[in-house]
């Protein structure tokens, strides 16, 4: 089965709570629960064909408010009141915030894993493998404690949990933060989780937390990584930091967790990635792994960070490079000519790379300062080529169907397209769907409605065998002189904004046609030409064929022949902003 992957951030998800103020408290602006993800909402979250819960920001991590026995952090570690989800206090502990009673915080989230498996879902956690907070203390596991047995006179030794910083040059040893002194490092300092080697991180580093050392120097590169222990090595004879992370995903393992999304996953070595996922595929050999990487200069792999971590282990990695391509569609000039090399089958990608158009990190695609202002008008034509051009993971977050515009109230996250993961915020526009824990929808507009509804039906056609398993045939090429081919003004060039593929499953003989029009404003009246060797490929030689759309199955099936497709056309209308996903059969 084709993974699909929703992405329940839990603080938002399920906080009822209307309305709020800027840089509001908890009181003032609410917090999702984990009780608050009931049954009806996972129900509903089930039939739209997720086969994967990532339940997002779940691990206790720094924030400034204070709960019984577990008192504030301070100021200058926390960036914003509720704090970032990836400044980890403890690897064995959740988040106080997301329960109705904190005391029994972990009995409420258990509760919450049983509810995501009954209703046919793998529940996933983070697992933020390259740092921790300032503030980390673990208050179940403290002789896993990181760092307790460093030495702490050097910048780097192999079974130090961290890399300490050399003596500064004016002799000031004091951990000085955008928000004031972190007195608790107070002549040891450590280096900041994005390798920031300093006493004075900037607002612009990951200044709340510490990089954790997996047995190598990190400014060796990938060279001196790929020297560290193989994946038959034991559990005694492997860095420090690789025991105490195998402890970490053993313990959530056991407690039902079936997965785990891997944060910044390149810049962790290679070899810890074989050896770790071998061992967690020994306790559990269908848990699933997913990496966000990037190729940028803090990666720990030899090659494309990419495809390595894919060959590492991995089941699915961020396919960044083709959401930024589509991103380019409306940011940087690109056409959708230029789609194709993002869709080859002989790249790993092709089924392992995992597919987005929201998640936390990257602006909200109705947001009015990205996609050119107009994500809301083409969501569904942008949805269904990202969803349907591949054969790998996909990933789906929480407000994406009813297009969230990242407009509940905000703090240190700022007005930036995005939904704050450091506030105490909402979704306004889910709410409509979430109605005070009924989960019915019943406050969503028509549009609204229908925009949800054509998400689910978009989800569950990943099943089909031509888009799980199927290869791919782009059929622009062959359009670049069709008239009303995604032309815009004088251009006399086809497939500006007009995109054609072909999806074949050759062992169950089925064939998908998917037309999407990434204008937002003019409708596609046009012919899609089939040439005779893309009929040969899918394996269609009947004279006669029928076009039916899936996606408006409302819409009369089109009839064509074999002549027609390879001269003529098919002739096809695609709304502004739309998508068709036509059933190709023969008589």
């Not at 800027?22 to 999702?32: E, F, S």
């Not at 949990?161 to 004091?174: E, Q």
């Not at 962790?268 to 967690?280: K, N, Q, S, T, V």
């Not at 090399?341 to 002989?346: L, Q």
Request: charged content about 20%; hydrophobic content about 35%.
């Amino acid at each position: 089965m084709r993974p699909v992957i929703y992405q329940l951030f839990v603080r938002h998800f399920s906080n009822f709570q209307r309305g709020g103020v800027h840089n509001g408290t908890r009181k003032q602006n609410g917090c999702g629960t984990f009780v608050g993800v009931n049954d009806a909402a996972l129900e509903a979250i089930a039939q739209m064909g997720v086969t994967h819960l990532w339940l997002t920001g779940v691990l206790r991590h720094a924030t400034q408010t204070p709960h019984p026995g577990l008192p504030a952090h301070p100021a200058c570690v926390v960036k914003g009141i509720a704090g970032s989800p990836y400044a980890v206090t403890d690897y064995f502990d959740v988040d106080p915030d997301l329960a109705e009673k904190p005391q029994d915080r972990m009995e409420e989230f258990r509760a919450l894993l049983g509810r995501v498996r009954r209703c046919g879902m793998v529940p996933m956690l983070d697992f933020v493998p390259n740092h921790v907070s300032r503030c980390y203390a673990s208050q179940g596991h403290s002789e896993l404690e990181p760092g307790m047995w460093d030495r702490k006179d050097v910048f780097f030794a192999r079974d130090n949990a961290f890399y300490y910083l050399s003596p500064p040059s004016n002799g000031d040893r004091r951990v000085m933060l955008p928000e004031g002194e972190f007195e608790a490092e107070r002549g040891c300092g450590r280096v900041t989780g994005n390798n920031a080697a300093t006493w004075q991180p900037s607002v612009f580093d990951w200044y709340e937390t510490v990089k954790l050392n997996y047995g190598c120097d990190y400014r060796h590169g990938a060279a001196e990584a790929e020297s560290l222990p193989g994946v038959l090595t034991t559990a005694d004879a492997v860095p420090r930091t690789w025991r105490i992370m195998d402890h970490v995903l053993a313990w959530w393992q056991d407690l039902g967790v079936g997965g785990f999304r891997c944060d910044m996953a390149h810049m962790i070595p290679l070899p810890f990635w074989r050896w770790e996922i071998a061992r967690a595929r020994l306790r559990d050999e269908a848990v699933f792994f997913m990496a966000e990487a990037y190729d940028d200069p803090m990666k720990l792999t030899p090659g494309d960070p990419l495809q390595d971590l894919l060959a590492a282990g991995f089941s699915g990695v961020y396919d960044a490079p083709a959401y930024r391509a589509l991103r380019d569609l409306y940011e940087g000039g690109v056409w959708a000519n230029d789609l194709d090399s993002f869709h080859r089958p002989e790249n790993p990608l092709f089924t392992g790379g995992v597919r987005f158009v929201e998640n936390h990190d990257e602006p909200r695609l109705a947001s009015p300062l990205f996609w050119g202002n107009c994500g809301a008008d083409v969501a569904r034509a942008v949805m269904t080529v990202q969803y349907t051009t591949s054969c790998g993971p996909v990933l789906f977050y929480n407000g994406q169907e009813v297009l969230e515009r990242a407009e509940g109230p905000t703090g240190f996250g700022g007005d930036n397209g995005r939904t704050s993961i450091f506030d105490y915020t909402s979704l306004p526009r889910l709410q409509r769907w979430t109605c005070d824990g009924k989960y019915d929808g019943a406050e969503l507009s028509a549009e609204e409605k229908n925009l949800r509804a054509f998400c689910v039906e978009l989800l569950r056609l990943l099943q089909h065998p031509a888009l799980a398993t199927g290869s791919f045939y782009g059929l622009n090429w062959s359009n670049r002189a069709t008239p009303n081919y995604g032309r815009e003004g004088s251009e006399t060039a086809s497939g500006h904004r007009l995109y054609a593929f072909l999806r074949h499953n050759a062992q169950a003989r089925s064939t998908l046609l998917i037309v999407c029009n990434f204008s937002p404003n003019q409708d596609a009246d046009t012919h899609i030409h089939i040439p005779r060797n893309a009929c040969e490929w899918a394996r269609k030689t009947a004279p006669h064929s029928l076009f039916t759309d899936l996606l408006h199955p409302s819409s009369p099936p089109v009839p064509a022949t074999l002549e027609q497709l390879d001269t003529t056309g098919l002739p096809v209308h695609v709304p502004a902003g739309d998508a068709c996903i036509f059933e190709w059969t023969q008589a």
